[in-house]
């Protein structure tokens, strides 16, 4: 093992299997922004909750891409929980939406960086671009993409979002479709993009255009952001809230106890 694979070794923790990062918000930022400037190929991250680790033990596939991530977020207050429970450093969590405005932030201070965002619909994403230009300046937005609706997409599905994204070469590709569609697709194609870091953020996109909003600050510093949006969405969340925290909760414990 080398000394860089040591070094990162040492900024995870591993929650039931699963290697979580330790780093902030800002060393996640910063993390990623070496891999921009490095002209690093194929590099992504992913955000994991107890909803999307429960289902990757259903799915080899969303296991594999979240085993392979380069940083896994502590997103949803389950995995700070867990971290506590399994006696780890874990103490606050980090959403999609932190570092995408993040990154955001910091790409337009410093005046570059061509971002590409593949997912939801023509009109969102256009919206998106217009408030882009806006918030961020020193960013060139140069191009999206909206996938069609589908549980699994076709080999000419897959070479048309991959010919999409591959011909503007971004530094930073946004994902923003549901989970595991969007980790499985950025893992099963990464050696194909030509792309230096991929973020697989799901509902950011419509958070940052207000499509959906975020829960009030109040919930989402006290870890609570889950429960306005189920009493909002109840028929679309019940399910990752009600089955699967409990399924979360036991993975915890039997690991706690082996």
Same mark, same amino acid.
């Given at each position: 093992?080398?000394?860089?694979?040591?070094?990162?070794?040492?900024?995870?923790?591993?929650?039931?299997?699963?290697?979580?990062?330790?780093?902030?918000?800002?060393?996640?930022?910063?993390?990623?922004?070496?891999?921009?400037?490095?002209?690093?190929?194929? $590099?992504?991250?992913?955000?994991?909750?107890?909803?999307?680790?429960?289902?990757?033990? $259903?799915?080899?596939?969303?296991? *594999?891409?979240?085993?392979?991530?380069?940083?896994?977020?502590?997103?949803?207050?389950?995995?700070?929980?867990?971290?506590?429970?399994? *006696?780890?450093?874990?103490?606050?969590?980090?959403?999609?939406?932190?570092?995408?405005?993040?990154?955001?932030?910091?790409?337009?201070?410093?005046?570059?960086?061509?971002?590409?965002?593949?997912?939801?619909? $023509?009109?969102?994403?256009?919206?998106?671009?217009?408030?882009?230009?806006?918030?961020?300046?020193?960013?060139?937005?140069?191009?999206?993409?909206?996938?069609?609706?589908?549980?699994?997409?076709?080999?000419?599905?897959?070479?048309?979002?991959?010919?999409?994204?591959?011909?503007?070469?971004?530094?930073?590709?946004?994902?923003?479709?549901?989970?595991?569609?969007?980790?499985? =697709?950025?893992?099963?194609?990464?050696?194909?993009?030509?792309?230096?870091?991929?973020?697989?953020?799901?509902?950011?996109?419509?958070?940052?255009?207000?499509?959906?909003?975020?829960?009030?600050?109040?919930?989402? $510093?006290?870890?609570?952001? =889950?429960?306005?949006?189920?009493?909002?969405?109840?028929?679309?969340?019940?399910?990752?809230?009600?089955?699967?925290?409990?399924?979360?909760?036991?993975?915890?414990?039997?690991?706690?106890?082996?």
């Amino acid at each position: 093992m080398t000394h860089s694979q040591l070094s990162e070794a040492g900024r995870q923790e591993l929650i039931c299997s699963y290697p979580v990062t330790l780093r902030s918000v800002g060393q996640c930022t910063d993390r990623i922004m070496t891999w921009i400037d490095s002209g690093s190929i194929a $590099k992504y991250l992913i955000c994991a909750n107890p909803h999307s680790l429960v289902e990757a033990e $259903k799915d080899p596939e969303f296991k *594999r891409a979240i085993l392979h991530a380069d940083l896994v977020l502590p997103d949803g207050i389950g995995i700070v929980v867990a971290s506590k429970m399994l *006696r780890g450093r874990i103490r606050e969590r980090i959403t999609g939406s932190d570092i995408f405005r993040s990154v955001s932030r910091r790409l337009s201070d410093q005046g570059y960086g061509r971002v590409f965002f593949l997912g939801s619909t $023509k009109s969102n994403l256009a919206e998106i671009k217009q408030k882009m230009a806006m918030d961020y300046p020193g960013i060139s937005a140069v191009g999206s993409y909206s996938p069609p609706f589908k549980p699994r997409f076709s080999d000419i599905d897959n070479a048309d979002m991959i010919d999409a994204v591959n011909r503007f070469r971004p530094d930073v590709l946004w994902v923003g479709m549901t989970a595991p569609k969007q980790e499985k =697709w950025i893992y099963g194609n990464r050696d194909r993009l030509n792309v230096r870091f991929s973020g697989a953020i799901g509902a950011v996109f419509d958070f940052y255009i207000g499509r959906v909003k975020r829960s009030h600050p109040v919930f989402q $510093k006290t870890g609570l952001e =889950w429960l306005p949006r189920l009493l909002r969405q109840p028929r679309r969340l019940w399910r990752r809230t009600l089955l699967s925290a409990p399924r979360f909760l036991s993975m915890v414990v039997r690991t706690r106890i082996n």
